[in-house]
C-alpha cells in the first residue's frame, strides 16, 4: 500500500486509494504555514546490467527462400550471434 506524508505538518497517510487524489485533498487542507511539501522517498539502486559483448561477426550467405520460379532468395547474416546485416 503506498504511504503519503507531508514533510511540513507532519501528516502521514497509508492509503488504498490513488495516491495523487489522496494528496490533492491533504494538499488543500493542509494547516502548515506555507502550505504542504510531499515527502519523496529515495529510490532504490537501479540493477546493475551486464556488459555487452560485441560480436566479431562472421558473415555467411544463407538461402531464405525460393520463389515460384525457381530463383533463390539470400541473407547475409552473421553466423555467431544470427543477426542480419544490411
Not at 34 to 50: E, K
Not at 65 to 71: D, M
Request: aromatic share 4%.
Amino acid at each position: 500500500m503506498p504511504e503519503l506524508s507531508c514533510e511540513a505538518c507532519g501528516w502521514v497517510a497509508i492509503t488504498t486509494q490513488p495516491p495523487n487524489l489522496v494528496w490533492a485533498e491533504h494538499e488543500k487542507n493542509c494547516p502548515a504555514v506555507g502550505g504542504a511539501v510531499r515527502h519523496m522517498p529515495d529510490l532504490p539502486p537501479l540493477p546493475r546490467l551486464p556488459s555487452v559483448k560485441h560480436c566479431e561477426h562472421r558473415l555467411v550467405k544463407k538461402q531464405i527462400a525460393v520463389s515460384p520460379t525457381g530463383v533463390k532468395k539470400y541473407a547475409v547474416m552473421c553466423d555467431l550471434c544470427g543477426r542480419f546485416i544490411s
